[in-house]
């Protein structure tokens, strides 16, 4: 039985981006991610990672992270200015949080491509709209900076990725692949496309 890490309460005293309502819930906020959000942020990915990947990745190698290598991770990911980092807070939890920017393949050139680089939702708040509204913060900041069409990676075994991407909207690129080694695997990944509007 997986254990996921508690969520941890939040602050919501930064600028807000989007407040929004979701199904019944009200007072949803999106906003940056800050310095001292990171603690937060690295155990969500932490525990949205170690069920994610549950099945897909090595059990042994999934319980042996910490969130030690995710806080370095996005401690370094925070000085690329070109990088935009959104969280939610939602019900007194961070419950998610996307990465997107530029994109980082050479070959989609012609026009301002942009890219979600990653985004997680909490495993206790999957499927209650979380994601669709990290995506649409994603996309609305892509948009104001100029990219009219948005790329993003993800582990082709990750069905439940795959499939909610495909419910926002972007359809697989079907020559595009590249094959990541970590754990001793070979992990393929599949590329997804979109235009903003
Ligand atoms: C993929 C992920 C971000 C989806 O987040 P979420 O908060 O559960 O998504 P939402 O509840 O906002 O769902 C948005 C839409 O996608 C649909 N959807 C979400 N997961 C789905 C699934 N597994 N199968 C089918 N549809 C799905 C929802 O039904 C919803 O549709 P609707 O708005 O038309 O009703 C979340 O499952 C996650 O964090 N997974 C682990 C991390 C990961 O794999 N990230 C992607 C790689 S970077």
New binding site residues.
């Given amino acids: 039985m997986m254990h996921l890490p508690a969520a941890r309460p939040c602050r919501a005293e930064l600028p807000i981006i989007v407040t929004r309502s979701v199904g019944s819930e009200s007072g949803m906020i999106i906003r940056a991610i800050d310095t001292t959000d990171i603690p937060d942020i690295a155990a969500l990915h932490l525990a949205?990672w170690r069920?994610?990947y549950d099945g897909i990745m090595p059990a042994a190698a999934l319980a042996a992270l910490s969130t030690v290598e995710f806080e370095a991770s996005w401690r370094s990911q925070r000085s690329d200015a070109q990088r935009t980092h959104l969280l939610c807070e939602s019900q007194g939890m961070i419950a998610?949080f996307v990465g997107c920017g530029p994109c980082r393949d050479r070959e989609v050139g012609g026009r301002p491509i942009g890219e979600i680089y990653?985004?997680?939702?909490h495993p206790i708040?999957?499927?209650?709209?979380?994601?669709?509204?990290l995506c649409e913060a994603a996309l609305a900041v892509l948009e104001q900076k100029h990219f009219a069409e948005i790329t993003?990676w993800?582990?082709r075994e990750?069905?439940?990725?795959r499939?909610?991407y495909e419910?926002?909207q972007f359809v697989q690129d079907s020559v595009a692949y590249k094959t990541l080694r970590r754990f001793d695997m070979d992990l393929v990944h599949v590329r997804y496309r979109r235009t903003i509007r």
Avoid: D, H, P
């Fill in positions: 949205s069920a994610a998610g990653e985004l997680y939702t708040r999957w499927k209650q709209g979380i994601g669709r509204a993003l993800v582990l990750n069905k439940r990725a499939q909610f419910v926002m």
